[in-house]
């Protein structure tokens, strides 16, 4: 089956275009079944917000794991009293002006202790990731703002939003269709942070947009982190096969897109291995959810 991994931005150019990895997954997605492996085919640079809508229109199946928040806090949106049901409200949030939101986002924060300024999801906290609302550094809301509507009206599937989705009934269609077995043309989307995967192996920096700023230790850290991909020791099930030249491309990329594009996708063929794709019992689906929380 075809994996995408996306390290998206909000607004995408040559010089910081949207990364994607493209992928294939070998065997079994059964949770008992281990040492899958996931060949990287090539990288994608996806250098405006057409062409990324472009992207998504592909047939399926295929599954994408997305380096985006998908929604915002349900704190947050019943404060302000916006719309309660997860698409509904990406079709509202989506539409406000940015500078609207901005002003939102401060009235809120007035409101709070120092300290204690952002709204966060329960799986914000759960992965330890910046909280959806913040809009500087990094303006992970701008990204909700420019990604997640054109991601649900191209038609994809979101497991941690749907409520009626049936997880068991998906996972055991996609294991017969990677056994041959049955027709499937679903197409998948998982809210992803590939920094879960990345602090197994180091909680220092890996990347930097400012060439000038690279390093060395840099340098061997991004090495250290594809050895463990590998070699499924970076707390994954699923090795990361590679040609050395997509190695080395991930190796000398300062800003980490490439890597980061390449655990998206590692974190979204794991999670389609998991019982109920990994979701909490007391999943929120306004909120949704992080993948390997």
């Known amino acids: 089956m075809k994996v995408y991994g996306i390290d998206f931005s909000s607004a995408p150019s040559k010089k910081k275009p949207i990364a994607v990895a493209e992928c294939w997954l070998r065997g079994s997605v059964l ?13 994608h640079s996806i250098e405006s917000l057409d062409l ?10 295929w599954v994408g794991g997305f380096d985006l928040p998908f929604s915002m806090p ?18 509202f949030y989506c539409s406000l002006d940015k500078e609207v939101i901005k002003n939102f986002f401060i009235k809120w924060c007035s409101t709070k202790n120092y300290g204690e300024k952002f709204a966060y999801r329960s799986t914000d906290r ?7 609302m913040r809009w500087v550094n990094p303006p992970v809301a701008w990204m909700t703002h420019a990604g997640i509507e054109r991601i649900r009206k191209a038609g994809l599937i979101f497991p941690a939003h749907q409520k009626n989705f049936n997880s068991m009934q ?28 990345a ?22 850290i991004r090495k250290n982190i594809i050895k463990y991909l590998r070699y499924d020791k970076a707390g994954l099930s699923t090795k990361l096969k590679s040609s050395l030249e997509l190695q080395n491309r991930m190796i000398m990329d300062c800003k980490g897109d490439y ?18 794709f990994g979701l909490p019992k007391n999943l929120d689906p306004l909120e949704g959810w992080i993948a390997l929380s």
């Open 126 to 132: 759960a992965s330890k990731s910046s909280p959806a």
């Open 170 to 197: 998906e996972q055991k269609n996609i294991n017969r269709f990677m056994m041959g077995d049955c027709n499937f043309d679903n197409r998948l989307a998982f809210e992803v942070y590939p920094a879960l995967t």
């Open 259 to 276: 890597l980061d594009a390449a655990i998206c996708a590692l974190q979204a063929a794991e999670v389609i291995k998991i019982r109920n």
């Open 199 to 220: 602090r197994v192996v180091s909680t220092k920096s890996y990347k930097n947009d400012d060439k000038n700023k690279d390093s060395s230790v840099r340098v061997m």
């Open 74 to 91: 349900r704190d947050l949106i019943e404060y302000f009293d916006w719309p309660t049901h997860w698409d509904t409200f990406t079709r």
């Open 52 to 61: 990324f809508e472009e992207f998504l229109s592909q047939k399926g199946p």
């Open 31 to 43: 949770e008992s079944c281990s040492n899958n492996e996931l060949r990287l085919s090539c990288f």
